[in-house]
């Protein structure tokens, strides 16, 4: 069976965070806001610890579960773009990395999600190496953050735009693909600026900062309206542009909770 109707659909390989407000909800939502239909292949189970200072406590799937779920997904619909959030093992980079050379799904957004702070060696770091070597290749657009950036581009700082801009080049390099690196609120002055960079054009995209804490789920929700803004046929540019618009309008309509940290709103595009 395939997709039957002229409605772009995206799939979201990520993890579920309970609260909705990142991980694989937040791209749903996103999706869904953008106009584009969404399908899911869960990672891991996520949810905040509110008696250990909101810490992580994360469950992973099983691989025979996962290998389900995309097996699935890939059969049903013919993809316009895939979004890759949280994997968390190289057990499960090998399931994904697995499917997407069997099925070469157009459009692969790779929202690096590294977890490794450091160059100790351990699980943490086995992980973020199989990403960097199985799955980087296959992307299509990249996302990295601040650290992330740092992580994939090999330098030892990024404290300015140049910075920045440098970052980009080197992760389009190593990658292929075109790169959108967040600098958001991690770079100092009154603007959050992220550098789009394709090979072939390089582009500030900058807008005043709205407050100085970083907004929970703004990160996969830029991911995954690229990922929409591809499905539905914009070029990278185009879905980069398109998408920090997206979230700069989440960010001005973010909502609190009890948790110490306000998260986004996505705010529906297709009215």
Not at 171 to 195: C, N, Q, T, Y
Not at 207 to 216: L, M, Q, T
């Amino acid at each position: 069976m395939t997709t039957t109707t002229q409605t772009p659909v995206a799939m979201t390989i990520a993890g579920s965070e309970a609260t909705g407000g990142a991980g694989a909800l937040a791209d749903i939502k996103t999706f869904q806001a953008l106009g584009v239909s969404g399908c899911l292949s869960l990672t891991c189970i996520v949810s905040f610890d509110p008696k250990n200072d909101w810490g992580h406590r994360v469950f992973p799937i099983d691989q025979q579960t996962l290998a389900d779920q995309l097996e699935v997904n890939t059969a049903v619909y013919d993809l316009d773009a895939v979004k890759i959030g949280m994997l968390g093992s190289p057990a499960t980079i090998e399931t994904v990395a697995s499917t997407l050379m069997q099925n070469k799904p157009r459009n692969i957004v790779l929202d690096p999600v590294l977890i490794c702070k450091g160059q100790e060696p351990g699980a943490a770091l086995d992980t973020d190496e199989a990403l960097k070597a199985k799955i980087l290749p296959l992307a299509d657009f990249v996302t990295p953050n601040h650290f992330e950036s740092l992580s994939l581009s090999g330098m030892d700082q990024i404290s300015g735009v140049e910075d920045l801009e440098e970052a980009a080049k080197r992760i389009h390099e190593r990658s292929g693909a075109a790169v959108l690196a967040k600098g958001g609120v991690r770079l100092a002055g009154p603007d959050a600026v992220d550098v789009f960079y394709d090979g072939k054009t390089l582009k500030v995209l900058s807008a005043p900062k709205i407050g100085e804490v970083a907004v929970a789920g703004a990160g996969c929700s830029l991911a995954a309206a690229v990922t929409a803004e591809l499905a539905k046929g914009a070029t990278p540019l185009e879905a980069a542009e398109n998408a920090k618009r997206f979230v700069r309008q989440g960010i001005e309509a973010r909502f609190s909770s009890h948790a110490p940290f306000d998260s986004l709103r996505q705010i529906n595009q297709t009215s």
